[in-house]
């Protein structure tokens, strides 16, 4: 592949920092609800969110450039394809997500030292560690990312029969609420720290799940999962955040927790035994390699 790479592909990629700053710059700035379902002028536009017309103009123009929004004459729209994704009360809403890429844009920036020293600048604990807002705003980002998992995960694997789950690391739960909407014989325990399952808790009500959902407070490297208690464990986005050993540690836990015939579900990044695939675990700080399979 490399040696068909024109120049002009080398320049596109160096350039993509600018089209991934634009996107999240409009997000952060509230230029997709100031749009809406509708069409507005650059002035109206300016107006709503409180900046300079000539500023948004340009900002709506390169988001025209990049596919997000489209322009008859001087209005602009945010097209019908994408407003589930990127308006806030989107069905399949990325605005949290896209204002985590943002918050850990600085990080990013400092890849010299990560690729120096070896380790990432900071390990996404210590980065949500800090306060309270950057944990919700990574807890909410994780609904956004998870919704369309828990449609693709049961295509490849059936989880119909399962009645008993423990969501391990759960943050807002989505995987959780989601299976358990669409399998109501199915009981999950959620498990993780305070500030998530405060979170959870509230994702629990605007599901409207009843006493199907219970909670376990906790870090699951202190917490007892108990044994045979569970015949679906699902940890997800969990293990690119830690080492080996809390992982294997982890993992031992959880299969002491299955039942005979118990299954457990990891998702998350990965990489595959070239380390270079896929691109989005290749681009991650430190993704697990995939086990080999014999």
Same mark, same amino acid.
């Given at each position: 592949?490399? #040696? ?13 920092? %600018? ?16 749009? @809406?379902?509708?069409?507005? =002028?650059?002035?109206? $536009?300016?107006?709503?969110? +409180?900046?300079?017309?000539? /500023? ?18 001087? $209005? ?5 394809? +994408? ?11 990325? &605005? ?20 120096? !020293?070896?380790?990432?600048?900071? =390990? %996404? ?5 800090? #306060?309270?807002?950057?944990?919700? %705003? ?21 989880? =119909? ?7 391990? @690391? ?39 799940? /009843?006493?199907?959902?219970?909670? %376990?407070? @906790? ?17 997800? &986005? ?8 809390? &992982?294997?540690? +982890? ?9 005979? /015939? /118990? ?7 990965? +990489? !595959? #035994? ?21």
């Amino acid at each position: 592949m490399s #040696d068909t790479i024109e120049p002009k592909e080398i320049m596109k990629t160096a350039r993509g920092f %600018m089209l991934s700053k634009t996107l999240l710059m409009a997000n952060e700035l509230g230029v997709f609800e100031a749009l @809406g379902r509708g069409s507005e =002028s650059a002035a109206v $536009v300016a107006d709503k969110i +409180l900046l300079s017309e000539k /500023g948004i103009e340009r900002l709506l123009n390169a988001l025209c450039s990049i596919g997000m929004l489209t322009k008859e004459g001087d $209005v602009y729209s945010l097209p019908e394809s +994408l407003r589930e994704y990127l308006l806030r009360d989107g069905d399949a809403s990325l &605005n949290n997500y896209l204002n985590l890429y943002a918050h850990f844009w600085n990080v990013w920036s400092d890849m010299k030292t990560v690729i120096r !020293d070896g380790e990432p600048a900071k =390990s %996404m604990m210590e980065l949500l560690s800090k #306060d309270e807002d950057t944990k919700e %705003m990574f807890i909410t980002a994780m609904a956004d990312r998870s919704r369309e998992a828990t449609r693709l995960i049961p295509q490849v694997v059936d989880i =119909s029969a399962k009645k008993n789950m423990i969501d391990v @690391g759960c943050g807002p739960g989505t995987y959780s609420f989601e299976w358990m909407k669409t399998y109501p014989g199915l009981k999950a325990t959620l498990l993780d720290i305070e500030p998530a399952l405060e979170v959870a808790k509230r994702y629990k009500q605007v599901y409207g799940i /009843g006493n199907e959902a219970t909670f %376990m407070p @906790g870090d699951f490297r202190d917490t007892d999962l108990g044994n045979e208690s569970y015949d679906l464990a699902l940890v997800a &986005n969990l293990l690119q955040m830690y080492g080996a050993d809390d &992982n294997i540690k +982890l993992l031992s836990k959880v299969y002491n927790a299955l039942t005979t /015939g /118990g299954m457990v579900i990891i998702h998350g990044y990965t +990489l !595959d #035994d070239s380390e270079t695939e896929p691109l989005g675990s290749a681009l991650q700080p430190s993704p697990p390699k995939v086990m080999p399979t014999s």
